[in-house]
């Protein structure tokens, strides 16, 4: 059958009578029911179950991360609490060497004592009022010395082998102005205490 019979089939099909279309009009039109009825199922009932299946296993993908992350922390609970005990007595040790109010004077006293040892005269120390932090109190102190660079360097390093917590900041070094060798430093200490409550 060529195209112009098949045309000529078409405008002769009795639609009273399909069951004696010609059988390619009837596979083409079984072709384009299947085609608009598969149409028809994928857009109303297939597109919103295939988007939720999309939204699941982006879902099932994170859930699975967690899960695999959650698996490793109770794999290790026990390292974990061991490690936690550890921390606990470090943080304890550390503890101990934040001063207490009535210890700040023989702090001064120790940095001072370091001052002169190394070699310095002190034009200056002074406490500065006390910062509040999360977990603990920040005492800062202002020193003022005088002396040679290596002296500064014996004071910084005997001030850091402190039994107690001291940090130095701010540092500002410059000729002493007068005739001699000498130079001025002024630093900021910081020592710090534990937040009782």
């Given at each position: 059958m060529d195209a112009k019979e098949?045309?000529?089939?078409?405008?002769?099909?009795?639609?009273?009578?399909?069951?004696?279309?010609?059988?390619?009009?009837?596979?083409?039109?079984?072709?384009?029911?299947?085609?608009?009825?598969?149409?028809?199922?994928?857009?109303?009932?297939?597109?919103?179950a295939l988007a939720n299946l999309d939204q699941v296993?982006?879902?099932?993908?994170?859930?699975?991360?967690?899960?695999?992350?959650?698996?490793?922390?109770?794999?290790?609970?026990?390292?974990?609490?061991?490690?936690?005990?550890?921390?606990?007595?470090?943080?304890?040790?550390?503890?101990?060497?934040?001063?207490?109010?009535?210890?700040?004077?023989g702090l001064l006293e120790d940095i001072s004592h370091t001052g002169l040892a190394a070699g310095l005269t002190f034009n200056s120390i002074a406490l500065a009022p006390e910062v509040s932090k999360e977990f603990y109190i920040e005492l800062p102190i202002d020193i003022e010395v005088k002396g040679g660079f290596h002296a500064f360097g014996a004071f910084v390093s005997g001030v850091s082998a402190l039994p107690r917590i001291v940090t130095l900041h701010d540092y500002e070094i410059a000729p002493a102005g007068d005739q001699s060798q000498e130079l001025i430093m002024k630093v900021r200490a910081k020592t710090y205490r534990y937040k009782e409550n």
């Open positions: 098949f045309i000529d089939s078409l405008n002769n099909l009795d639609p009273e009578n399909i069951g004696s279309w010609p059988v390619p009009v009837k596979i083409m039109i079984w072709l384009i029911g299947c085609g608009v009825a598969g149409f028809l199922v994928f857009h109303l009932l297939l597109s919103d296993k982006v879902q099932e993908t994170e859930l699975m991360k967690t899960y695999e992350s959650k698996a490793f922390q109770a794999a290790n609970l026990d390292a974990y609490k061991e490690q936690m005990k550890e921390m606990e007595a470090t943080f304890g040790v550390l503890l101990k060497q934040l001063p207490k109010d009535a210890e700040v004077p």
